[in-house]
């Protein structure tokens, strides 16, 4: 399995089992996310990472789903799934997501998510 699987594995087995203070160990210090949850927001930074991961994903998301991992690289992958999360009027939502990860020393440096897998591909391809 390549590494870049591994890791997204490893990632979203801690989200599966609602380990949010262990996901702080999982990101490179240089880490950047886009929230699907909170339109807009980019967050960037270890510490800030972890603290909205803890203020605002933690409350509001009731499971992430993996269902196929599309490898382009040891560092690059994209993640097709499934995410249930509750909005700010407090509905359920259940959206089928892609991810874009990369990791960098083995610890998550972006998780963005797209409308596609060409789009995901397109945004991991471009930073490189």
Do not use: C
Not at 56 to 63: D, F, H, Q, R, V
Not at 98 to 106: K, P
Request: net charge negative; hydrophobic share 50%; glycine share 4%.
């Amino acid at each position: 399995m390549p590494d870049s699987e591994r890791l997204a594995r490893r990632w979203f087995a801690a989200v599966a089992s609602a380990e949010f203070e262990q996901l702080q160990e999982l990101v490179h210090q240089d880490v950047q996310l886009v929230s699907k949850i909170r339109t807009g927001a980019v967050v960037e930074g270890r510490d800030d990472v972890a603290r909205f991961i803890r203020e605002s994903i933690a409350p509001n998301l009731y499971e992430a789903v993996t269902e196929v991992f599309t490898v382009l690289d040891d560092e690059r992958v994209v993640v097709e799934g499934r995410m249930r999360w509750i909005d700010d009027e407090r509905v359920i939502r259940d959206d089928p997501v892609v991810w874009a990860m990369e990791f960098r020393a083995g610890l998550l440096l972006r998780f963005v998510p797209a409308r596609s897998v060409l789009e995901a591909e397109t945004m991991l391809a471009a930073q490189r």
